[in-house]
Every structure is written in C-alpha cells, then in structure tokens.
C-alpha cells in the first residue's frame, strides 16, 4: 500500500483531473471529498453558496473521503480557489484528522487567482506537518506541468526515504 494520499473537493472536475494526474504520477491513493450537501451546479447559486459558508467558517458534514488518514505519511491536498481560500469540504477534512509530522503538499485550480491565501490557511490547520510548495493550475491540467513540479519539490527523493 503507498503511504501517499491524494485527497481533494472537486465541484466542476477542474481539481478532480489535477488530483487525477498528481495520483497516476505518484502512485498515491486517490480519496475524494464528498459533503452532504451537493452545492448548486448553476456557478451564481454555487458561489452565493460559499461565499456564505467560508464567512461563517462552516465546515460541511463529509459523507465520502474522510476514512482515517494514520497510514500516510505526505498527503496532497487539492481544492479549487474559492473567494481566495480552501472549499468548505476541505476545510473539514483539514479540522477533523491530526496531520502531526505528516508531510503536506497543496493544489488548486482557480480562474486566475492562483492560491491566494489556500496555503496559508492548510498552514494554520497543519502546523504540525512539513508543509511543502504547492502547485496551482488555471485552466486545464498539462501532465508535464505536474512532473516538472514534482521534480521541483523532490518528490521522488521525499518518497524513498520514507
């Protein structure tokens, strides 16, 4: 079993391809995030949605891809960049495990805003773990992009010495 999780919130499939790609390249676990209640797939209904949830912190019940998370030692983590912060469902998974010593990695997809605050907020949840360098895609997921990012980051180096 790899000791690599890929775990993310995916509303219009844009984070769930990137988490796709990130899973094939590093042999992860693949374990989406599903609440409880779907969000609107009309964008405005959607947004109206969140916008209201992230300013009162509220953190959706999971029904799907909250198992226990004490078998992995690097966990990515994905969401798409909602209002310049994690998607709610995210930001429960983050609150309900101890992430301890584990090594985190982000992703995001976003319509230009890059990560915005994202890292910094897995950071306040997890700042007990090794957190490192994101990858934050806008538009669609081009395999080589996720490699040279991997590479950057040492992944493969990372990974063996675990």
Same mark, same amino acid.
């Given at each position: 079993? =790899? +000791? ?6 995916? @509303? #219009?499939? $844009? ?15 693949? !374990? ?7 969000? =609107? %797939?009309?964008? $405005? ?5 969140? !916008?209201n949830q992230i300013s009162r912190g %509220? ?6 891809? +909250? ?7 690097? *966990? #990515?983590?994905?969401?798409? +960049?909602? %209002?310049?912060? @994690?998607?709610?469902?995210? @930001? ?12 985190? *990695? ?13 890292? +910094? ?13 994101? *990858?934050?895609?806008?538009g669609t997921v081009k395999p080589e992009?996720?490699? $040279?990012?991997?590479? !950057?980051? !040492?992944?493969?180096?990372?990974? =063996? =010495?675990?």
């Amino acid at each position: 079993m =790899s +000791n690599t999780l890929v775990v993310y919130y995916s @509303l #219009f499939q $844009n984070t769930k391809s990137l988490a796709l790609e990130i899973a094939k390249q590093t042999g992860g676990t693949l !374990r989406e995030l599903v609440p409880d209640k779907n969000y =609107s %797939f009309d964008y $405005n209904t959607a947004a109206k949605e969140v !916008r209201n949830q992230i300013s009162r912190g %509220f953190c959706p019940k999971l029904i799907s891809g +909250n198992e226990l998370i004490d078998t992995y030692q690097t *966990i #990515f983590i994905g969401t798409p +960049n909602w %209002f310049k912060t @994690l998607a709610p469902p995210v @930001l429960t998974f983050l609150r309900q495990h101890d992430f301890t010593g584990k090594t985190i *990695i982000p992703f995001c997809t976003h319509g230009g805003g890059g990560f915005c605050q994202i890292e +910094n907020d897995i950071l306040k949840e997890c700042s007990k773990s090794i957190i490192l360098p994101g *990858i934050a895609v806008n538009g669609t997921v081009k395999p080589e992009e996720v490699t $040279n990012w991997l590479t !950057r980051i !040492r992944y493969e180096l990372l990974n =063996s =010495s675990l």
